[in-house]
């Protein structure tokens, strides 16, 4: 297996070599990703302008955002070809860590369920996201005291992805728990995989994400996943690179705003909570669902809204076999839920 950098010239496997896109280019990504952490130092800071050796401001002030932007960029491991990022991710624990590769040849999403992609059609990776603000006493008290809002993290990431693809001109919505979805087609674009790692220190958030069309190459495909080129109103070679950019810029956006929110109370400066905020971007807030539950059967409600743990709240009818005339808003975690589905889709 190769392992690519911006000083890495091995020639691409075989199956990278097609008319869409070749390996990513590592070396473009990193200094996007710094050219966009120096464009938030502190305004009037007297340092800016001093560079360092990836070309960033070495002595400028940079808030959260810009902070975990060079992180990612100093962190970015790329490789031809993984079975699957995440184990890669978790095993390092170091804080805004990515891996990414060109082909996954075995990667999964929620429930053990598999999540395949052509070599390099679209983008798999997998970021580790800090559940504390540092590593003092105080920081690793506040992470604990809010694992019951961890819940919240995937839907995070979802809204990431969200707001990546609209720079991009691509309207879309998050399916709770951890699809994204075009609101053009319908078709899912990304999925979304999270899992706790580092002995409750941090999340390792999976994303693979469609970007060149891969219909003609994958059968049966069609008419469930869409692509980013397919949809987007301009593509251009550097597509992929685009794509990663803008996912993980909004990716340290969304996460910087649920490690702030932790330590402030919700919609404290006047503004919406983050919970409303995800719930804004939701698909399935406000929709009428079928709930298909482990045990085999289907709930049907209306989604009303988030919870605070990342719980889906659903207005269901009371009484025995639901059939009551009153109803009650009950929360779902995704743990609880097999499959979610708008009311009478096809399974």
Known sequence: MSHLS?????PAPASLEDHHSGPLDVAAVRRALLARAAARRAPGDPHAGTKDHHGADAGASLDAVGAALVALAEGFDHHAQLPSTQPLAAASGRAWHVVSTDHQIAGRGR???????PAAAGIALSVVL??????????AALAASRTPQWGQVPLCVGAAVHDALGALGVPTGVKWPNDVLSRSTGRKLAGILCQVGDQGRSIVAGIGLNVWDAADRV?????????VQAEAPSTGPDLRERVVVEVLHALAVWHCAWLAEGSAPAGADGGDSLTDRLAAVSLTVGQEVDLHLPDGTVQRGDAVGLAESGAVLVRVPTGEGGRGAGTEVREF?????VHLRPAGGSP
């Open 111 to 117: 429930l053990g369920r598999s999540w395949e992609s």
């Open 6 to 10: 911006s000083a890495d010239h091995s």
């Open 130 to 139: 800090p559940l504390e603000d540092g590593s003092d006493a105080v920081g």
């Open 333 to 337: 975690r995704a743990a609880d839920v």
């Open 219 to 227: 059968a049966g495909i069609a008419s469930r996943y869409g692509s």
